[in-house]
């Protein structure tokens, strides 16, 4: 059964229950319940160290849950395998950009693209579909020209671009992109806005944290607000952010 497939029937692409992370003393997400439309655009925000990035990265695997249920697709997860995301329907960008840095843009690429098991993805590297799909999500992000750099030489802007890319070669429902938009020139926002449209308007849910209010309002169609790791507003965007302790405690400071 194909992704697609087994994800028809949930009302939601993504819910948390009583979901907690806690480092030591600090309780970086706190017994948080929130409810992710599916598709549509659904922003997380709240001030620094409200938890936004721990949420995703709880979402994803990336971090083990201290306790609450992740459901994905309507089902309950106690544990979040990294590695089983895609198979759940989701992936994921990270805040501090994570690429292959002695690979080329166009390995980075590829190795998202194709299986993970390294045999198999010695024969998938050489078959035309790949090749074909690599291009065109290169041709995407406009980093077509860049295929032959390391990514280390990538400016700031660039790797961000390559790891969207990297996060859409998996054809996956929901898609978590942490900060996507920070320290962008205008123009590298501007192109970051039209791919998650894009991918929005082909019906998938996306995911996204930012500190850019006016994008906020622009992209989203439901929004989360997190204060010391517990949910502070969730519901349409421009109703949310007109009550008044979301502007209390977030948009006044
Ligand atoms: N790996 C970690 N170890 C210890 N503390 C952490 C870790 N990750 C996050 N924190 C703390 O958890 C809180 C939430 O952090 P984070 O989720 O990064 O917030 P945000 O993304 O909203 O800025 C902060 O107080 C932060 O210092
Ligand atoms: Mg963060």
């Known amino acids: ?8 029937g949930a009302a939601y692409a993504l819910e948390t229950e009583a979901i907690s992370k806690h480092f030591g003393a600090v309780r970086a997400v706190n017994r948080l319940s929130i409810s992710v439309p599916r598709q549509g655009m659904t922003s997380i925000v709240g001030p620094n160290g ?11 695997g990336v971090l083990p849950l201290d306790g609450g249920t992740v459901i994905i697709d309507g089902v309950g997860l ?5 590695y089983e995301t895609p198979d759940h ?11 292959f840095d002695q690979m080329s843009v166009w390995d980075n690429i590829m190795v998202a693209l194709t299986d993970r098991r390294l045999f198999p993805a010695l024969l998938e590297r050489a078959q035309p579909r790949y090749r074909e799909q690599a291009q ?5 992000v406009g980093m077509w020209e860049k295929r032959r750099d390391l990514a280390s030489n990538l400016s700031y802007g660039q790797r961000k671009l390559l790891e969207i890319g990297r996060a859409m070669a998996l054809d996956v429902n929901t898609y ?8 962008l020139f205008p123009q590298m926002l501007e192109r970051v806005k039209g791919i998650m449209k894009e991918m929005r308007d082909q019906g998938r849910t996306i995911i996204f944290i930012s500190h ?5 309002r622009e992209l989203s169609d439901h929004i989360i607000v997190l ?3 517990s949910l502070l507003a969730e519901g349409e965007v421009e109703e949310v952010l007109s009550r008044a302790e979301v502007i209390a405690a977030y948009l006044g400071d």
């Open 1 to 8: 059964m194909s992704t697609a497939q087994a994800t028809s």
């Open 50 to 60: 409200s938890g936004k990035s721990t949420l995703v990265n709880l979402l994803s």
């Open 78 to 82: 106690k544990v979040v395998h990294a």
């Open 89 to 99: 329907g989701i992936t994921r960008t990270f805040q501090e950009v994570r690429l």
């Open 136 to 140: 065109r999500l290169l041709e995407n």
């Open 176 to 183: 978590l992109f942490d900060e996507p938009f920070a320290g």
């Open 212 to 216: 850019n209010m006016d994008i906020v």
């Open 227 to 229: 204060d010391s790791g």
